[in-house]
């Protein structure tokens, strides 16, 4: 009689349907988590250092429900297979994920489930559009956002639902692993430290951030979203990543908003997530292969040293250092440096975006398939719908721009801080009696710039030119 409720992306009791149907049937439930063994779930320590407090914050809140979340670890399907038998469970449900090797899993623990006579039902839980239920006029997906986003619109969301209010427990519960002893956590203490400064997991801070970002800060997002320095977002990624939030609370939040610029702005780059779901499911191999095919042949360097610097924050251009080291402290960065950062990678230092990814996912605490490939793929040029290749981010103009008193770089670049606004966008350019004045040498406590932006460009396209231009 009992149901198994299999937790994966949506580590929430509220809006989340499988969990409903669930408590819904009155029968006895069994929430479940699988750590799988293949590591992909949780690609980095920052991931897991969340999952870690994800999972702790769902437990409490189902034990407030009368029950309990069960953690196991191994193969889902045979872990499944175990815990059917074990509980002597009728019933499976879980919320659909949209990753090609998720996919590939569902249906076989679907067939799996429907022959070994079980009830087997999945729901939508992470977005507002599933991928295949928009498409272009022709019936195919889309490879541009605008034309998507207008379709999603036109199509409008459903809304979310509530947590159930209680749940039924089984007469004796399987037994669980340790969320503590699972490994989630970070061996290195000050990387811990960063995060558990930054961010709480979890639901119930989920929605906490939600209600302030729409009280402070959804009226000046369109103006302030793109200033690093400021809190002009919403902080939301990795709550919406671990799915501890839905898509469909954060779209009802702004629905109950007078229409105006910030509400759509951030409508629309909700969509972006949707967006890169869209792309990753019809273009399974996206995580790892160029959208546009020209782009394989590109002859990126090998430079494992420069990799690093940019890595390690020491490049020597202040943008990019101060938002490396934001995203190693907090294991978060703000989207407009993101970009910055992945173009001077693969620009500037001319490596391939994969790499650059691939750090990502280990540092993020949003680190995200779709997301995350998408956002790389846009800046390196390589994507379906991407920034031109000739659009080679000046990493001094954009600090300008976007940091202008330099409070950002300041804040991450404490080394810096003696410098005035106008001088510490760009630390080499200024005399050396203002470097002398504010105790800096560079080279010693601050890098000079590992490559000159005008030659930087210049090789960049010119590649570009030789390699990619005029081929598809
Ligand atoms: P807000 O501005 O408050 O936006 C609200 C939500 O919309 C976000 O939480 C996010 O879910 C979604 N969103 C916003 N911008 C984008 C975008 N450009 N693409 C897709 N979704 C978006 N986001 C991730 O969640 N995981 C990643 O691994 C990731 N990697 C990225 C890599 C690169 C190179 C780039 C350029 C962007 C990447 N992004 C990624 C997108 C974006 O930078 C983050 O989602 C955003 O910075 C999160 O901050 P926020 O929650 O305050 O966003």
């Known amino acids: 009689m009992t149901v198994l409720v299999w937790f994966r992306r949506d580590l929430r009791v509220a809006d989340n349907p499988a969990l409903t149907w669930a408590a819904n049937t009155g029968r006895p439930v069994v929430p479940l988590y699988i750590l799988d063994d293949d590591g992909l779930d949780v690609p980095g320590g920052a991931s897991r250092w969340w999952l870690h407090g994800s999972l702790s914050v769902l437990d409490q809140a189902l034990r407030s429900k009368g029950s309990r979340l069960i953690v196991a670890q191994g193969d889902p399907r045979a872990v499944l297979e175990r815990l059917v038998s074990e509980t002597a469970a009728s019933a499976l449900v879980w919320n659909r994920r949209y990753e090609p090797r998720t996919i590939a899993q569902d249906r076989d623990i679907m067939t799996w489930g429907k022959d070994a006579g079980l009830e087997v039902t999945s729901f939508n839980a992470g977005l507002l559009h599933e991928p295949w239920t928009i498409q272009s006029g022709i019936g195919s997906p889309y490879r541009v956002f605008t034309p998507y986003l207008k379709a999603c619109l036109a199509r409008g969301h459903d809304a979310p639902q509530g947590a159930p209010g209680g749940l039924s427990s089984p007469a004796s519960w399987p037994v669980s692993l340790n969320i503590e002893t699972m490994g989630l956590l970070l ?74 610029e910030g509400p759509a702005t951030f409508m629309k780059e909700l969509l972006w997530r949707e967006f890169s779901h869209h792309l990753l499911f019809h273009n399974p191999e996206m995580e790892t292969a160029n959208l546009r095919p020209a782009f394989d042949a590109m002859p990126w360097c ?13 490049t020597g251009y202040p943008l990019i250092d101060a938002g ?62 991407a920034a031109p290749y000739f659009r080679v981010f000046n990493p001094v103009a954009q600090s300008r721009r976007f940091d202008p008193d330099g409070a950002y770089l300041r804040r991450w670049l404490p080394e810096l801080s003696g410098l005035s606004t106008k001088d510490i966008h760009e630390p080499w350019a200024i005399p050396h009696m203002a470097l002398a004045k504010a105790e800096i040498a560079l080279g010693k406590d601050y890098p000079q710039p590992m490559i000159d932006h005008g030659r930087a460009r210049q090789r960049a396209l010119d590649i570009y030119a030789r390699h990619i231009q005029g081929k598809r």
């Open 187 to 260: 061996k290195a203490s000050d990387w811990a430290q960063g995060l558990r400064a930054a961010w709480s997991p979890g639901e119930a801070e989920a929605q906490a951030r939600l209600e302030a970002f729409m009280e402070q800060g959804l009226a000046t997002y369109a103006q302030d979203r793109d200033r690093p320095a400021l809190t002009g977002t919403s902080g939301l990624s990795p709550h919406l990543h671990f799915g501890e939030i839905g898509p469909r609370q954060v779209a009802a939040a702004i629905d109950l908003i007078e229409p105006g």
């Open 302 to 314: 090998d430079a494992p040293d420069d990799l690093r610097r940019w890595q390690r924050g020491e």
């Open 324 to 385: 490396m080291r934001e995203l190693w402290t907090t294991g978060w960065m703000h989207n407009r440096v993101r970009m910055v950062v992945a173009s001077f990678l693969t620009k500037h230092l001319m490596i391939d975006w994969r790499l650059g990814a691939d750090w990502f996912l280990d540092t993020l605490v949003d680190a995200d398939a779709a997301n995350n490939s998408a956002g790389w793929q846009w800046v390196a040029g390589s994507g379906a719908d």
